[in-house]
């Protein structure tokens, strides 16, 4: 099972989204009514928007090797419908392969879809590989950790040593050692 643990130092939390949590998850049912409460009323919670400082974000895989994980100034989100989504802003973060790093990027925002196990960021990446020390820098990049690739796009500059190459997308590994065109 992939799970995107979510480590937290400071929280503050829109439309008291905390207030509520703690109500519900404190509060004993009333004396003469024994049901429990129904999921309805989880469901019923209100739409909220939420802030939470410095979060820190990790996903693990099936053999609990870590995938990636993602530090930032601020997780900016919302609720809705029971799913909550939202962007990180000012990122610093690495990606692993077999359980270690081989890349750590910063961007100024980024997000993670733990189901498929993606990290996607933009506003200007700038990435460098832990194993060759090699460079990217594009305007955004798409990670999937199940392809072991990078989708960089929008003047893209990528260099190993005294090589520089430049275009406009470019499909690399995750450690930037191998790179593929896009016709």
Do not use: H
């Amino acid at each position: 099972m992939n799970v995107a643990i979510w480590r937290v130092r400071q929280v503050w939390v829109g439309v008291g989204l905390g207030i509520i949590l703690g109500l519900t998850a404190c509060q004993s049912p009333p004396v003469g009514n024994p049901r429990p409460a129904s999921t309805d009323s989880v469901r019923a919670l209100p739409e909220v928007q939420f802030q939470v400082e410095a979060p820190v974000l990790e996903q693990t895989d099936a053999q609990g090797c870590l995938l990636w994980r993602l530090e930032a100034r601020v997780l900016k989100g919302e609720a809705q419908s029971g799913e909550a989504q939202g962007m990180l802003q000012s990122v610093r973060g690495w990606l692993y392969r077999a359980g270690k790093p081989v890349l750590e990027f910063s961007s100024p925002f980024a997000r993670a879809d733990s189901e498929r196990q993606e990290v996607v960021a933009w506003g200007g990446v700038a990435a460098r590989s832990k194993v060759n020390q090699a460079e990217l820098r594009a305007r955004r990049i798409v990670w999937r950790a199940r392809a072991d690739r990078i989708f960089a796009s929008e003047g893209v500059r990528l260099r190993w040593g005294a090589f520089e190459l430049q275009e406009r997308v470019v499909v690399v590994d995750t450690a930037l050692e191998k790179a593929w065109g896009v016709p």
